[in-house]
């Protein structure tokens, strides 16, 4: 009865195709077809202005606090990118590029943005859930959405997004576990932006890759550089693809970094050092995916600056529309709208009690 | 003394305690290198080093279940939950666990922690950031639940609570953190816990009121007496649970009117308790109905109309001239 060596076979595997000056390594180069290359471009491009805005939107006043993204645009768009309009979207809250790339209007996210819940806008032909603030949580929900698919018989895969902090959460490994055992046609996309909040990487877990979890549920694990589109667009792809043909789930971890504080409310200089940042904002996914276009002879500086004003026209509109749209919003009464299929009697007395508030409110303001 | 806000009179509890106290070990997410995200726990970390102050993962069921072997050893863990809305992360381990390991050990071990954890509307916070769920902790026997209402206050529950052999969850409003100033005393300064106090005496109506709602229930009892010469006792509750009723009906058996106000939803609420007791011992002395003045029974909306949910001074007014029209 000796003791020796489990062989454990799974292998987790790191991917990169573009380099951080951009160069591409031509034997891994997934096949793309040029229109989709350019929508990505400019959904990234845009994603990034989009970011830029609300954040002197936010400094403003104009809106309230939010998680901006620049820098991770790579790491969830180019995962979305792979999906049906179909499939399933379960994301956490920084996954702003890949909603707007499964059709969320920029207004809805002003407006919701503004503390209204109006601003939860599901375009009807998709089936995404709205973003998800408990850290985690939402992990669960693709493993169950996955499973009534397969259910169903039909081929919808779900794909949910979260963080690296996520990984030490319950539901995180619940929901990996769950999904193995079940072989639900799920796709974990986990953005390992090297922080959660003010906690670096190192003193959430000890592991040596967030990938390598995968192997102890009994999945396919991969590491991406998550700042390399072309590799998060591959790695999905494959995954995907397992996922639709009934070979069970995958986890990506995406290895990418936050350029910006955590939500507005944060300030990253308690906690880290603006080299880090330097060192971080040289791998930009951004840069890199243009000079791949560049080279491939889809881009020029001239493209690129009427893609600048077309996105920044787009996003002023938006704005505008957004805030034409905050005006008809407002009426408090709705507040008590989607509570229960139907309304119960005494929460129905509630309303009509708040309604006597509001008159009684409006009467005081006539006198003053 | 000091002129000081919430957050920093919460501060000086915590660093006060852990000097006197090698067992006190403050725990969290974001506590120590960032100094909590309110700041709370700030600069404890330099004092006391990352072995008493400890950065954890992201994992609210961890920080409490480990909590709780730690208070079984011997420690005294104040565990910060970033926000009281991702506490039901731990809800099971306060549930099955802290609140009953005294029972489950016949006695043997006890389980002397503190969880605080932000909690309430009224700072424009995203989703989740702003509920008001006192009672779920209040439910649960073994459990007590405590919420100041200022800076003083804080400060000396805080290291009441730290001291308190049995587990003790600590609601801090947001809206209070940074709202006003207190004179707050250098000195050490506990404070019981399971003693409301009148913070006004009045003979005409009774106020029950607690944590952030503490602020518009003032204010609306200075205008009562101001416009209508009528004189609100207003009682600070403080201790949530274990609920103590005796001012509350000796004060209601003085006035014969009563109101409750909290900003969690009315249903099932602390307000529900708090007039079933005075219905149990002062019924014969009520003149009215007691009114309860809360968030209605539904999720706090997103912020642009969490001041329409909130109860203000003007609906506590409101209320208060129905009662006494009676
Ligand atoms: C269950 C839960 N606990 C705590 C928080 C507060 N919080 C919000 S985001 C965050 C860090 C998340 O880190 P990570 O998962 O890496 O995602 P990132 O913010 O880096 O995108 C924390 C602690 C929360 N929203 N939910
Ligand atoms: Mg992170």
Redesign the pocket.
Known sequence: MPRKKINISDKVEHLAILNEKGDLDKKLEPEIVDDLLLKLHRTMFLARKFDERLLSLQRQGRIGTF?PISG?EAAHLGAVAVLRPTDWMVP???ETAAEIWRGRSLESIIIYNNGFNEGVDIPEDRYDFPIS?????QVLHAVGLGWAAKYRQKDDVAMTF??????S?GDFHEGMNFAAVFQAPVVFIC???????S?PLSK?TRSKTLAQKAVAYGMPGIQVDGNDILAVFAAAQEAVDRARSGGGPTFIECVTY?LMM??TADDPKRYRTDKEVERWKNRDPLPRFQKYLVGKGLLTEGTMAEIESEVLQEIQEAVDRAEAQIKTLGNPLDMFEHAYADMPPYLEEQKKEFERELAEINKEGNHG | MAKMTMVQALNLALRQEMENDDSVVVLG??VGVDGG?FRVTDGLINQFGDQRVLDTP?A?SGIVGMSIGMAAYGLKPVCE???S??AY?NFHQIENHAARLRWRSQGRYHVPMVLRTPYGGGVRALE?HSESREAFWAHIPGIKMVIPSGPRNARALLMSAIRDPDPVVFYEAKALYRAFREEVPEEEETMPIGEPQIVKEGKDLTIISYGAMMRPTLEAATELKEKNGVEAEVIDLLTISPLNEKILVESVKKTGRAIVIHEAPRSFGPGAEIVSRLMEKAFYYLEVPIERVTGYDIVIPLFSREKAYLPNAQRILRSARRTLAN
């Open positions: 998680p991770q956490a809250f920084r603030v408990p850290v985690g949580s979260f963080g690296d902090g996520a990984t959460e953005q390992n932006n090297h922080w959660a909040i906690i959430q936050r955590h939500t | 997410e974001d995200v992201l609210e939950i970033q926000f809305g991702f992360q989740h």
